[in-house]
């Protein structure tokens, strides 16, 4: 084996997937006492059923993890998925095993739960490159801090487009946290739902509100925020989607979306915009969509206009240009910090969020600006 490979699994479904049993846990797996597979069954194949392929027979909210597919929210090694079943996942039907198993059950469930995974490969060192040519790619798994002071992410996604840009997301509540420039992702794990971490590699080049940025949906005549949660995410027609769902504080989904996402060139320099299409639910929703705004920046110019408010920011550090657009006529109400509209059940709308960071601020940037957000 050469010096530099690490042997992962392989997964007929992306090509690569879990890294291997080491022998200790190999042999925990196969030479215990316990009953794994009757451990197995009358804690996990519920849910995650009886092969591990994710079809128990407990209705849930969303999919259980398929171990078959090498798909893991935490990680994919022994420990990783000992801390899991231990502390189960927040937010989810996963519950916490720590009180119901003692440890040397729920280390041996781990080490079950991996063999329930593809097939072993090799993988070397400089393979675990994930390089975008000529279509989008996604991935999922952990994040770490996109800035200085920002926090790491356990649930992230990262898009790269086939310009050379990575759109970087928190997955538990789809926010878009900034643009990086540059070569894509290095990835140990290679599975689509988390590992052992993330680490994008090209330079960030848009930061929205600091890499910790507000909802960009509310409701209400006093918006509040409403909550988006992840549903999945496809390639098609050469272009990322992401398809997640609105819910309000109750838990009760409100709307469906689907993002796209684009890079328009300008005299300013790449302008990144997220298109995004709402569907109402089953009630009428009054929506607000949000402007992003850093909390700590200082507004050098902004509009409004029947189809659009735009607004640019400075924080000190840098300067960046938002615009939010959408059907003229569509929302009955302007502000500066968002624009708000009434949907009856089942209406459809849209909207546009660009993004343009800038080096500087000046009357000539100010004039190129304004024929910017005039288009």
């Known amino acids: 084996m050469p010096r530099n490979a690490i042997v992962l699994r392989s997964s007929a479904r992306i090509g690569l997937g879990l890294l291997s049993l080491a022998p200790a846990t190999a042999a925990l797996a196969q030479g215990t006492s316990i009953d794994v597979r009757g451990l197995f069954l009358s804690n996990c194949a519920q849910c995650h059923g009886e092969t591990g392929d994710g079809q128990g027979t407990t209705k849930l909210d969303r999919p259980a993890r398929s171990f078959k597919d090498g798909g893991f929210s935490y ?55 994930l390089v975008v040519r000529d279509r989008p790619l996604v991935v999922r798994g952990k994040l770490p801090p996109i800035a200085e002071g920002a926090v790491e992410h356990p649930r992230g996604l990262l898009i790269g487009t086939t310009d050379g840009f990575t759109f970087e997301y928190a997955a538990d509540d789809v926010r878009l946290l900034g643009v990086r420039q ?53 390639v098609a027609r050469g272009e990322p989607w992401i398809h997640y769902s609105l819910l309000d504080a109750e838990g009760t989904e409100r709307a469906k979306v689907q993002e796209t996402l684009r890079v328009s060139v300008t005299s300013l320099g790449a302008m990144f915009v997220r298109r995004i299409e709402i569907r109402c639910g089953a009630s009428p929703l009054e929506l607000a969509i949000a402007l992003p705004a850093p909390r700590d920046g200082t507004c050098l110019e902004g509009g409004a206009r029947a189809d659009q408010i735009h607004a ?35 209406a459809t709308t849209w909207a546009e969020i660009a993004l343009l960071p800038l080096d500087e601020y000046s009357d000539d940037v100010a004039t190129k600006l304004q024929e910017i957000s005039t288009r």
């Open 75 to 129: 990680g994919n090694t022994p420990e990783a998925l000992f801390r899991t079943i231990s502390m189960g996942i927040p937010g989810t039907p996963m519950p916490a095993f720590d009180a119901a198993l003692d440890e040397e059950k729920r280390r041996t469930l781990a080490a079950y739960v991996i063999t329930l995974g593809p097939e072993i490969r090799e993988v070397k060192e400089e393979d675990m490159v």
């Open 182 to 234: 540059g070569d894509f992702v290095r990835r140990s794990d290679w599975v689509g739902r988390g590992g052992t971490g993330l680490e994008p590699l090209g330079r960030v080049v848009c930061l929205v509100e600091a890499g910790d940025p507000g909802a960009t949906f509310l409701e209400g005549a006093k918006p509040t925020p409403l909550r988006a949660r992840l549903e999945s995410t496809r």
């Open 312 to 346: 640019t920011w400075s924080n000190g550090d840098s300067v960046l240009f938002a615009a939010l657009m959408h059907p003229k006529d569509a929302f009955r109400h302007v502000e500066m910090a968002w624009h708000r509209v009434t949907l009856a059940p089942a």
